[in-house]
Every structure is written in structure tokens, then in C-alpha cells.
């Protein structure tokens, strides 16, 4: 539903996904949350860590963006809500997206 909801206003994942994978989400989020997610990375054997995270990230934010009817409004709100979610949010961000283990047909979707 979110997927399809993101599509039709044409917001593609490029234009937040990216900068979170690229720096680790250190370009946009907290040094706490960050730090937490390297000592996770730094000790995983779970290379589907990241993915995990963001989709988590996005699951948080799916009522919200389902109110957006605008690129740029989602965009937005994607770029510039997480990233002030409070420790204890960010903290349970992370350990759910730890705490979900995909099937076969959700690893191969995400490899």
C-alpha cells in the first residue's frame, strides 16, 4: 500500500534511500543512533541490516505518508521527521529492525 501510495507521486526510494545508505545514516540522523547502528553493522553476520533499518523507518512513518498527497510533501517529511525522533524511538527503530527475520521470499526481494 505505502509502496503503490509512493509510486503514484512519483517519489522513488533514490531520493531519500540513498543518502541513508551512503553515509550509514549519519548524514541525517542522530550520533547516538548512528553509533548504535555501526556497533550493530561492525558485529553482524546479517548483511540485510541497513535494508531492515530503513524499511522499519519507513513503516514508522506510513500513516503520515499516506495523509501526503504531494512529492514534496513526502519527501519532506521523510528528510525531516526521523531524524527528530527521540532517542527511546530511535533506540526501538533499530531493535525492532533487528528483531525481524525475513522469510525466503522477503530476503529475495530485498537481496
Known amino acids: 500500500r505505502l509502496l503503490t501510495h509512493l509510486e503514484s507521486h512519483g517519489v522513488l526510494t533514490a531520493l531519500f534511500a540513498s543518502s541513508w545508505f551512503l553515509t550509514l545514516f549519519a548524514s541525517e ?14 558485529s553482524a553476520t546479517d548483511d ?9 523507518i519507513m513503516s514508522e512513518l506510513e500513516a503520515e505518508l499516506l495523509q501526503h498527497k504531494d512529492m514534496e510533501g513526502i519527501i519532506t517529511l521523510i ?17 525492532d ?11 529475495a526481494m530485498y537481496a
Open 79 to 95: 528528510k525531516t521527521v526521523p531524524p527528530k525522533w527521540g532517542q527511546e524511538k530511535l533506540r526501538c527503530v533499530l531493535s
Open 48 to 56: 540485510s541490516v541497513l535494508m531492515k533499518v530503513a524499511l522499519r
Open 29 to 42: 540522523f542522530p550520533l547516538s543512533f548512528v553509533g548504535r547502528l555501526l556497533d550493530v553493522l561492525l
Open 97 to 107: 529492525a533487528l528483531c525481524h527475520t525475513w522469510d525466503g521470499e522477503e530476503a
